[in-house]
Structure formats: structure tokens, C-alpha cells
């Protein structure tokens, strides 16, 4: 079952139950994200910002988070605002993470509605 790739992917990733394997973790979740699973989408740009489990690809990583975004997963909603904050992969734009904060905000409210 493809939806369940993410949660797989994330046991390797910390090692919980089995051998700690982040570069699978990665390769599990770009099937997931092919797949068009908006969770591994998140997932796996955490994890390219980071560079765990494979070379760090920020601008990669800030596509994943805005598909995950645009198919109205919230919690990429928080990553990008960090993303352009920071400038980690996309121009420093403080007005834009401030609406993807609000967003989220709300979405934790009344349900994500882009």
C-alpha cells in the first residue's frame, strides 16, 4: 500500500524497529512522492534541506514543500515559511513567510483552504 511508504520511510530514518538507513528513507519517499503523496512530498524536503540521506538540494527541497503545499498538506506550510525566512532555497521574503505562518495558523484551526 503506497500511503503507507511514508511511515516506512520514516522508521528507517530514525532507525525504529529497523537498521537506521536514511538514504533508503529517501529512495522510499521519492517512490511515495511519485506516487503523489503530499506527507512523503514534506518529508522528503525536510529532508533535502537537510541533507540527510542525500546531497542537499534546497531548491528541490522548496519545490517538494510548495507541491506538498498546493495539494493542502499544512505542515509544509510552516517548512517554507522557515525556507523563506531564512533564504534557505528561495530568495529571504519576511511578507511571504508571515502569510504561509498565518496560513498554517488557520489551517490549524478551520482546516487548510488555498
Known amino acids: 500500500d503506497v500511503a503507507a511508504i511514508p511511515n516506512l520511510a520514516s ?7 529497523v537498521p537506521r538507513d536514511p538514504a533508503h528513507s529517501a529512495e522510499l519517499l521519492s517512490e511515495a512522492v511519485d506516487a503523489g503523496l503530499p506527507n512523503a512530498m514534506c518529508d522528503l524536503g525536510w529532508m533535502l ?11 528541490r527541497a522548496v519545490a517538494l514543500l ?3 503545499l498546493d495539494a493542502s498538506f499544512a505542515n509544509a506550510a510552516y517548512l517554507l515559511a522557515e525556507c523563506f525566512a531564512t533564504g534557505c532555497g528561495t530568495p529571504k521574503d519576511h511578507r511571504h513567510a508571515w ?8 489551517s490549524h484551526t478551520n482546516g487548510l483552504n488555498i
Open 99 to 106: 502569510r504561509l505562518r498565518m496560513l498554517m495558523c488557520h
Open 11 to 17: 522508521c528507517f530514518r530514525r532507525g525504529a524497529g
Open 66 to 68: 510548495q507541491r506538498a
Open 49 to 59: 534541506l537537510r541533507g540527510e540521506g542525500l546531497p542537499q538540494d534546497r531548491a
